[in-house]
């Protein structure tokens, strides 16, 4: 399967390894542009020396239970970087749900739209039919900052699978075409440990929508439980975890850690 994504068409018959770029502020600095924008640029080309195919940049506003990142200030973060790197050879995806962030983002060069909301702010839908950028559809159960406090379902694999057929079926009357479309199940994002685990022993019925699955099970609490492991000790769970979605039939799995992932895939 070719994934159209903004002047790239990324071949599938291979799994793609997406590494995360985080622009956020560490807390030594004086809150300066300059030295957050040049650190994030060097930790994506080093991605990319790593075997990155994409580059997944975000300004921490999907966070679950992160504290929201107001506009101008997502958008002082993002925008620098995906300049920086428009150049690199591998296409730029923007992780936001803001519809201002992508319209921005895509101007500045990205190719991709990773929604976590999967396009159901009002005017993303119009904004990326407007554009040749590719999306990545989520699936999420509330919202990021409660959204862990109490998830229920009735059956998880169904839930996500109705989710994602529904925008599907949005996304594909705003004059999106399928070919600029991938679909992830969301893990973390409104589930416990028992609906993690089940939908990634079930990710062929998810699949069964027809389009590629793209993954993010890097270093989440998930992983955790399964190994009683701290978040910075998750490295090895988290290798294992992309080659079991690529095995269960992903096509793209999204990871801070690059160069394992490659290795092992
Ligand atoms: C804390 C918990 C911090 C979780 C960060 C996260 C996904 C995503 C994220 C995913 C897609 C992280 C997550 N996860 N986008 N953004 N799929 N498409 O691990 O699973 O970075 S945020």
């Not at 993002?78 to 730029?92: D, Q």
């Not at 407007?130 to 169904?158: F, I, W």
């Not at 270093?219 to 998750?234: N, P």
């Amino acid at each position: 399967m070719i994934f159209n994504c903004g002047k790239f068409q990324l071949d599938l018959s291979q799994p793609r390894v997406m590494g995360i770029v985080n622009v956020t502020p560490d807390s030594f600095s004086d809150g300066g542009k300059f030295n957050t924008t040049e650190k994030a640029i060097e930790h994506a080309l080093q991605l990319v020396e790593e075997g990155a195919d994409i580059l997944d940049i975000g300004g921490e506003s999907t966070r679950p239970g992160a504290t929201p990142v107001p506009l101008d200030e997502e958008l002082n973060r993002v925008i620098p970087v995906i300049e920086g790197l428009r150049h690199v050879g591998v296409p730029l995806s923007i992780d936001t749900y803001k519809p201002q962030v992508m319209q921005a983002a895509i101007a500045a060069g990205a190719d991709i739209v990773n929604d976590v909301c999967a396009l159901r702010e009002p005017q993303a839908l119009e904004i990326v039919a407007a554009s040749q950028a590719g999306v990545c559809l989520m699936h999420m159960q509330g919202r990021p900052q409660t959204m862990q406090a109490n998830p229920e379902y009735d059956d998880v694999v169904k839930a996500v699978k109705d989710f994602l057929a529904e925008r599907l079926m949005a996304a594909e009357q705003a004059g999106i075409d399928r070919s600029r479309i991938v679909l992830d199940p969301g893990f973390g994002f409104g589930k416990r440990t028992a609906h993690n685990l089940s939908l990634l022993n079930h990710l062929n019925d998810i699949q069964a929508l027809g389009l590629p699955l793209l993954i993010g099970l890097s270093r989440k609490s998930v992983l955790g439980q399964v190994v009683g492991l701290s978040v910075d000790e998750r490295l090895h769970a988290s290798i294992a975890a992309s080659v079991i979605s690529v095995m269960k039939g992903a096509s793209i799995v999204r990871v801070h850690d690059v160069k394992p992932t490659v290795d092992a895939l």
